[in-house]
């Protein structure tokens, strides 16, 4: 068997003039975790490089490693370990059944690279007769143990025959990240359309080469991604196959991906929307020739600057950890210069990984855990792609926390006031409510948990939002749950209500404040107002006129934008809720538009500085605060 061998043609369109973009030199295969150390430091190298079609502008890597050593070896990568993927693929099921209009009563589907059979699981679900393939024998029993009936083989002509004859041509087959990984690409798509009845739909996901390239992704460059795919040569060569694209959209899962929907029928034609897409990536960075001669530079310096940060954290002084053991984190660790010596573990959520270690640098992998420290931790999240879920996770426990904290303190402050809390919830699992309760059980005031369902508002809520595009169930859920938080508070609430999102961190006099605040300004003003407990970062940009109010220990500033936690009065709400319950049938844009519409009316206030850090991107102008140390913050909340 040859293990790794030269790739002297275009894989689209078969011609042999190549170019090389980038080469990273010989690197260690991402997947192939280790149980020991010694055998990781040891991993064989292979060549990754990269190479650009000069007639129909495909990239491609100049060599390609056998697929049974990537696939049937040490492969660990699993897709249900993540709830990104989770609500990703409740939002794509969704959208397909919108898109093909398929009414059968019975319908069939086959996932090629259904690894554990994530997506096959709520298209069964909906009713599908669902089939998977995957030549990975772990993820393959996980998905078969689960109910997903998945075959353990390479998807190629063969395979295809047997399933065929077994089960029958399919209605509809899918494909996640996978296309770009498989070796025998023409062989794999004709077998795809042969597997298919006449008018039959395939719809797949990959990466997209364009966000690669404009967003710096250079570590999804790795032996397991044989194509780099974008629009033009893609549609060109699917046209070839028999293939009519009807749909290409973007997305942001893995960094951005191009998702493509094709029709099996006798007259291949793209839809006009397929035509314009394409015209339009043409002046992307994509046909750059300046720019991608100049990206090798590009990423070496940022690698650079990336490791010697890390670096700049002595160890002494520092526990460093990485988040998360994807592929491409082997590639990087190369790139910016980075081994055992400057990360002392990683940590992981995927049990397959867990006591590994990666190859090229012997760095072990561990289970997350919660274990104070003996030093400061610098966490470097490798798996990027799923930051915020990450993120959420670690901090996970704080915000509820800290609201009862203030709130105990309120109730001192203030003991003629009557508090409650409501949680609205909605598809938690039994371990994050029971953690939910136990923190309840701490408050001194009554309390209770709302299981959502969002079919009591599925029908009001609009299935085409205000930027145009189809309304996700990810976004029909955030929706309902804040219609049922407003009835909740128009309905059982007798004075003041607080509506908070799960992603602010309190101090300990929030609550208060924001009561003595209320008393005194709406008592001056005679007049209802709305109070927002965070100082957002895009406030420091202002430089308009304003009205400035002295609260108890806190000033306090007329605004007039902020995201949906905020305090008003049930006077306000009722006033106004026309334009609440908007946000709650219509996905705007911004979001809380009609929320800035009622403060033209309402005096909205915000405090200097914050009573609450909202913990999203950094990088938002809705992120962290500024003058809050949100460390210090962060640590008071944790939870004993």
Request: proline share 2%.
């Amino acid at each position: 068997m040859k293990i790794q061998k030269k790739i002297n043609s275009c894989r689209l369109c078969k011609s042999s003039q190549l170019n090389k973009i980038i080469d990273f030199g010989k690197v260690a295969l991402g997947n192939n975790l280790q149980k020991t150390r010694y055998n990781a430091i040891n991993s064989k190298k292979f060549n990754l490089c990269l190479n650009n079609c000069e007639k129909c502008n495909h990239f491609q890597l100049s060599n390609s490693v056998s697929p049974k050593i990537l696939y049937q070896t040490n492969y660990t990568y699993l897709t249900g370990v993540s709830n990104t993927f989770n609500k990703h693929f409740l939002d794509y099921v969704y959208w397909l059944e919108k898109k093909i209009n398929n009414k059968k009563s019975k319908k069939s589907i086959l996932d090629v690279g259904s690894n554990d059979g994530t997506c096959l699981h709520y298209f069964k679900k909906k009713g599908y007769y669902v089939i998977g393939v995957d030549p990975a024998k772990k993820p393959a029993k996980i998905a078969n143990n689960r109910g997903i009936h998945t075959i353990n083989n390479f998807f190629n002509k063969k395979t295809s025959k047997e399933i065929v004859s077994e089960h029958g041509s399919f209605d509809v087959i899918t494909s996640h990240n996978v296309l770009a990984h498989i070796e025998n690409i023409e062989e794999t798509f004709l077998s795809i359309y042969d597997s298919l009845k006449s008018n039959g739909y395939f719809c797949f996901e990959i990466g997209y080469f364009r966000d690669v390239l404009k967003k710096n992704l250079f570590d999804t460059i790795y032996h397991e991604h044989l194509d780099y795919h974008h629009a033009n040569p893609l549609c060109s060569f699917l046209n070839k196959i028999g293939f009519s694209v009807k749909n290409l959209s973007t997305n942001s899962i893995q960094g951005g991906s191009l998702r493509v929907l094709c029709k099996k029928e006798k007259k291949v034609k793209n839809s006009k929307q397929v035509d314009i897409f394409r015209s339009k990536e043409k002046n992307s960075v994509l046909f750059n020739r300046k720019y991608l001669k100049s990206w090798e530079i590009i990423i070496k310096n940022k690698m650079k600057i990336y490791g010697d940060t890390l670096k700049s954290f002595s160890r002494d002084k520092y526990i460093k950890i990485g988040y998360g053991s994807p592929t491409k984190v082997v590639l990087l660790m190369k790139l910016s210069g980075l081994d055992s010596k400057d990360i002392n573990y990683i940590i992981e959520d995927n049990k397959l990984k867990i006591n590994r270690f990666l190859p090229s640098t012997g760095i072990q992998i561990k289970k997350f855990t919660s274990k104070k420290l003996n030093k400061p931790l610098v966490i470097s999240v490798f798996a990027w792609n799923f930051y915020e879920e990450i993120v959420n996770k670690l901090k996970r426990t704080l915000p509820l926390n800290s609201i009862i904290i203030s709130l105990n303190k309120a109730k001192i402050n203030f003991p003629e006031v009557k508090f409650d809390i409501i949680v609205i919830d909605y598809n938690s699992k039994e371990k994050d409510l029971e953690q939910i309760k136990k923190q309840l059980k701490k408050s001194n005031f009554k309390n209770s948990i709302i299981s959502l369902d969002i079919n009591e508002f599925i029908n009001d809520i609009k299935k085409i939002n205000a930027k145009k595009e189809n309304v996700t169930e990810n976004q029909i859920s955030n929706m309902s749950n804040i219609h049922k938080s407003l009835l909740v508070g128009k309905n059982q609430c007798n004075d003041l209500i607080y509506f908070v999102e799960d992603d602010y961190i309190h101090k300990v006099e929030s609550i208060s404040e924001m009561i003595f605040t209320y008393e005194r300004i709406a008592s001056l003003t005679n007049k209802e107002l709305v109070i927002c407990p965070a100082d957002y970062p895009y406030l420091y940009t202002k430089t308009g006129d304003t009205k400035v109010f002295l609260g108890e220990n806190y000033h306090w500033r007329k605004i007039e934008e902020t995201l949906c936690t905020f305090l008003m009065s049930k006077i306000t709400i009722k006033k106004h809720w026309g334009k609440l319950t908007s946000m709650c049938e219509l996905e705007h844009y911004p979001f809380e538009s009609p929320l800035h519409e009622i403060y033209k009316e309402e005096l909205c206030i915000s405090p200097i500085p914050s009573l609450a850090v909202h913990f999203t991107n950094v990088n938002s102008i809705f992120g962290l605060s500024p003058n809050t140390d949100w460390k210090k913050l962060w640590e008071e909340n944790k939870v004993k």
